[in-house]
Structures are given as structure tokens and as C-alpha cells.
């Protein structure tokens, strides 16, 4: 699973960001970085998956044209009434 990026997070990685443009970062400060921004990118790759394996792909028509592969996501986590 991903850890929950928070706010305080994220103004952590600004604050960080605007650090190194003015007057640059320690040691210390640049491995942070390195860490909360690989936090941040997992976070959002993860939420980004889970939102793109909720949805369910439908024609003008009305007919389910969903890909299969994402059909099959869906089905083994019980989405949308997949059988």
C-alpha cells in the first residue's frame, strides 16, 4: 500500500524546493527531499491507478466498452458487478 501524503507533506516539499533555489540545501535537506518526493510521486501513482481502475467506459450509446484488461482488474476487485 502507499503512505498518505499529508499537507504538512507537501509544504515540506515546497519549503524544501524554494530552499534550494535561494540558498541551497545540506546534505541532510537534499536526501529529504529525495525521500518525500518519491513518497509523493507513489502516492500519486497509486491513487491515480486506483481512480482509473474504478471506471467503467461507456459508448454514446450506452454499451459497456470497458478494455478487457480493465474489465478483469475490475472483477477480481468486485467492481462495477464484474462476474
Given at each position: 500500500?502507499?503512505?498518505?501524503?499529508?499537507?504538512?507533506?507537501?509544504?515540506?516539499?515546497?519549503?524544501?524546493?524554494?530552499?534550494?533555489?535561494?540558498?541551497?540545501?545540506?546534505?541532510?535537506?537534499?536526501?529529504?527531499?529525495?525521500?518525500?518526493?518519491?513518497?509523493?510521486?507513489?502516492?500519486?501513482?497509486?491513487?491515480?491507478?486506483?481512480?482509473?481502475?474504478?471506471?467503467?467506459?461507456?459508448?454514446?450509446?450506452?454499451?459497456?466498452?470497458?478494455?478487457?484488461?480493465?474489465?478483469?482488474?475490475?472483477?477480481?476487485?468486485g467492481l462495477h458487478?464484474?462476474?
Open positions: 500500500m502507499f503512505k498518505m501524503i499529508n499537507d504538512e507533506t507537501i509544504a515540506r516539499i515546497n519549503e524544501l524546493a524554494k530552499k534550494k533555489k535561494t540558498v541551497g540545501l545540506t546534505d541532510a535537506e537534499a536526501h529529504e527531499q529525495t525521500t518525500l518526493r518519491k513518497e509523493y510521486i507513489a502516492s500519486f501513482r497509486s491513487g491515480m491507478r486506483h481512480h482509473i481502475e474504478g471506471m467503467k467506459v461507456v459508448d454514446p450509446e450506452g454499451n459497456d466498452v470497458t478494455p478487457e484488461k480493465l474489465k478483469k482488474i475490475q472483477k477480481k476487485k458487478n464484474r462476474k
